[in-house]
C-alpha cells in the first residue's frame, strides 16, 4: 500500500515524464515570459502584486522577472504558461497604448533628480514600483516611451516639483549625491522648464531667461549660474565674430571669486568655458591693484 506523498510523487514523476515526450519539458526559457511580464508592467502600468495574482504567483517573482534578475535560469513550464496568459488589465485605449517621444519624461526626472530627489522615492513616486533600474532606463534610453507610463511620470512630477525631498524620506546626503550627479549632467531644475517647452525636443532649458545667447553667458557668470551648453556655445561663436571685444572685467570678478573659493585655476578655467591664460592674466591684474 503506498502512502498519499508516494502517490503524489509518482503521479510528479509520471506527468515529467510524459511533458518529456511530447515535447513539453517541465522547464523553458525564461526570455519571452520576462518580455511579456514587462510589456504587461511597462506598457501597460499593471503591478506586480496585480500580475502575480493573476497568475497565481507571488509579487517577488514577477519583480524579479521584470527586473532582469530572473533571466539566466530557466522557468517553470507551469508558471511561464500561467504568466504568458495574462492579459492586460482593461482593454487599452489606442491613445494609451501609443509610444510617444521620450524627452519630455527624461526631463522631467532629470529636473527632479536636479532639485534633490533620489532614485528610490523617484521609482516609487513616478509609478515605476519601487524600482531604481527601470526607473534608471527611462533616464538613459533614447527614443520612445508609452503614453501609460508617460502620464505617470508626468503626474509625479506635477506633485514632487512644488515639493521638499526631505518630505519623502530622502536624506541630506543622498540629496546632495543626486544633485551633484544632475550638476555634473546639465539637468536642468523645474524652475528652468515651461510645460510647453518641456516637451519639445528642440527647446533648451532656461537658465537665464537668455539661454543660447551671448547675453545668456554673460548673465550666468553675473549670477554665477553654472554654464549651459547652449551658452558655452553661443559664447565661443560671440568671440568668433567679436573678435577682441572682451568681457575684461567680467572675467575679472568671476575669476577672482571662484579662487577665492580655493579653486584651482585649470578648474576655474573649465568653470567660465575660458582659458587658463585668462585665468592667470585675470589673477595677475589682482595683484597689480
Ligand atoms: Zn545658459
Known sequence: MTNPRQQELNRKAKQ??????????????????IRHARWLHDEHGMSLRTIGRRAGVSPSFVS???????????????????????RPEMP???????????TGSQ???????????TGPVLSEELGFNGHVANLWRVIREQGVISAVRRDRIRDGYEKLQHADPSDFGASVHAQARIRTVARSRDWAPPSCWDDDTIDDPDAIPEWTGAC??????????????????????????????????????????AVWKLADEGLANARIADELAIGVRTVERALERRQQR
Open 64 to 86: 524579479r522577472l521584470v527586473n532582469g534578475e530572473r533571466c539566466d535560469r530557466p522557468i517553470r513550464r507551469l508558471k511561464a504558461e500561467a504568466i504568458m496568459a495574462v
Open 212 to 253: 543660447g545667447s551671448e547675453r545668456g553667458y554673460q548673465i550666468h557668470y553675473r549670477e554665477h549660474i553654472p554654464f549651459c551648453e547652449p551658452c558655452r556655445e553661443a559664447h565661443q561663436k560671440y568671440k568668433t565674430t567679436h573678435p577682441g571685444s572682451g568681457t575684461g572685467r567680467l572675467h575679472d570678478e
Open 16 to 33: 515529467r515524464r510524459y511533458l518529456h515526450s511530447i515535447g513539453r519539458p517541465p522547464l523553458i526559457d525564461a526570455e519571452p515570459v
Open 92 to 102: 487599452v485605449r489606442a491613445a494609451a497604448s501609443a509610444h510617444v517621444d521620450i
Open 107 to 117: 526631463r522631467r526626472a532629470q529636473a527632479l533628480m536636479a532639485l534633490g530627489f
